[in-house]
């Protein structure tokens, strides 16, 4: 289950009011798909999404409901991987048949092989002439080469299909990581912090382990998009990402927790080390400049605020999440680019 933090909700109301003024102020009819469109538009969900509606716009098409649904289905619609994982389950089954149907024809030729070679060594211990014997080992002959065939077919066939399950797996695994993947930054998305948060949380109680999460926020994200353009806000959240990518290493998990919020879990890491840790991904985000890429014209530097909450016993994944964004809000509230620790329930006593 997902924990939805009191700013997470915030910026879902902004977002839901914006996109419902897209949908009335272009006279659409307000249907769950063409609402999750403009949605993930304004939320910056999916560059796919951005950059078809920004085309449309650009060209001067009026957005009509019929366009919203084509976008919804070619980008947002869960029917492409859903395809993708039907056609490739028709097709293993056919590769199995396949196969099964040339083995099956193998195991038969090979019994009718063997039933021949017996006749041939009866025929040729009672051949009376040299002629006999000709004729019992041109049967022998005839019925080795279409063995021979049928195995080179099979070699073939199992060539064939070898390289279509690697073909079928790979597919498979692009819908496995799109499913998981933040669209627009690389990183994990929530699905995937959420699903690696419960096993974090499992294996550290179950082991008695330690793990410390962070809360970040990029500072000031708003005034990004509404200064320069969404196109800017969409560079920053990229910018962070691959900081933050560049500033972790091993086993620590990065995922893009919603708008302009990420976590982080870091196993096996106590409070100081997370802090530290958050401390060295801030103060390399303070040096990053906004660059405008059409002029080179610098727009800022990108400053963010961290939570650190570390695992101590906690019941749940939300427990410990509510306590390290906790953390985040002292560090914007003391007056952001900073970090904050949260104190642990036995610190609190």
């Known amino acids: 289950m997902s924990f939805i933090t009191d700013k997470e909700k915030e910026r879902t109301i902004e977002i839901s009011q914006v996109a419902f003024d897209r949908i009335r102020k272009d006279r659409l009819v307000p249907t769950p798909e063409i609402y999750e469109l403009w949605f993930s538009y304004y939320g910056r969900t999916s560059p796919d999404v951005v950059r078809a509606v920004d085309a449309l716009v ?5 957005m009509t409901d019929a366009l919203c649904q084509d976008i919804y289905q070619r980008f947002l619609s869960d029917f492409r991987n859903e ?29 009718d092989y063997g039933h021949t070679l017996t006749e041939v060594s009866d025929q040729i211990s009672v051949a009376r002439s040299p002629a006999e014997i000709k004729a019992a080992l041109s049967v022998a002959s005839t019925k080795t ?15 064939k299909s070898t390289q279509l399950m690697e073909e079928l797996k790979r597919d498979l695994e692009y819908v496995r990581r ?21 096993q974090v949380l499992t294996h550290c109680q179950e082991e008695n382990r330690i793990f410390t999460l962070l809360m970040v926020d990029i500072d000031h994200f708003k005034s990004f998009n509404d200064n320069f353009g969404h ?33 982080i879990i870091l196993p096996d890491t106590d409070l ?3 802090v530290a840790v958050g401390n ?20 800022g530097r990108i400053t963010m605020s961290v939570g650190v909450a570390e695992f ?4 749940t994944m939300e427990d410990i999440i509510e306590r390290a964004d906790s953390a985040l809000y002292t560090a914007k509230h003391n007056g952001r680019n900073q970090v904050a620790a949260a104190p642990t329930p036995s610190q609190k006593a």
């Open 280 to 299: 060295s991904l801030r103060k390399a985000i303070a040096t990053k400049d906004v660059i405008n890429r059409n002029t080179g014209e610098v727009m």
């Open 312 to 315: 101590a016993g906690d019941k």
């Open 231 to 263: 196109q800017v806000g969409d560079q920053v959240l990229r910018l962070v990402a691959r900081t933050l990518k560049d500033g972790l290493k091993g086993r620590d998990f990065a995922a893009r927790y919603g708008g302009e919020e990420f976590a």
């Open 145 to 159: 080469k279409k063995m021979i065939e049928q195995n080179h077919h099979l070699e073939t066939q199992l060539e």
């Open 58 to 62: 650009d060209s001067g098409h009026a």
């Open 272 to 274: 100081g080390a997370g």
């Open 178 to 198: 799109e499913a998981m993947t933040d669209g627009l930054t690389g990183l994990a998305n929530r699905k995937s912090f959420d699903g690696e948060m419960s």
């Open 83 to 111: 395809e993708m994982v039907r056609r490739a389950g028709e097709q293993i089954q056919t590769t199995i048949q396949d196969v099964s149907g040339v083995v099956s024809d193998v195991n038969d030729m090979t019994s």
